[in-house]
């Protein structure tokens, strides 16, 4: 079992930048994956952005070149740098974890304003 607790969102203007992060209640080191999804009003949960135990990284298209995922095992902890916002990234943000079992965290906020 591994609790997820993400933190780091709020209201910011286009253009501008939020750092999520997402502590885990135990180790880290051996999860094979986590990531960051989303989802706006209205629509199905998507993925942003995963990385591996090993580092390896992967992007959604929409946010290639503005958002940056990383872990830090020694505080069981995942980010994610989100620069460059934009309306459309408006949404609620989920930390993941694939351990064989999926976790998922409670969400945090994002509002990009015009």
């Known amino acids: 079992q591994v609790q997820l607790v993400e933190s780091g969102g709020g209201l910011v203007q286009a253009g501008g930048s939020l750092r999520l992060s997402c502590a885990a209640s135990?180790?880290?080191?051996?999860?094979?994956?986590m990531g960051w999804y989303r989802q706006a009003p209205g629509k199905q949960r998507e993925l942003v952005a995963t990385?591996?135990?090993?580092?390896?990284?992967n992007y959604a298209d929409s946010v290639k070149g503005r958002f940056t995922i990383s872990r830090d095992n020694a505080k069981n902890t995942v980010y994610l740098q989100m620069n460059s916002l934009k309306p459309e990234d408006t949404a609620v943000y989920y930390c993941?974890?694939?351990?064989?079992?999926?976790?998922w965290g409670q969400g945090t906020q994002v509002t990009v304003s015009s």
């Open positions: 135990r180790s880290i080191f051996s999860i094979r994956s």
């Open positions: 990385i591996t135990s090993g580092g390896s990284t």
């Open positions: 993941n974890a694939d351990s064989w079992v999926i976790y």
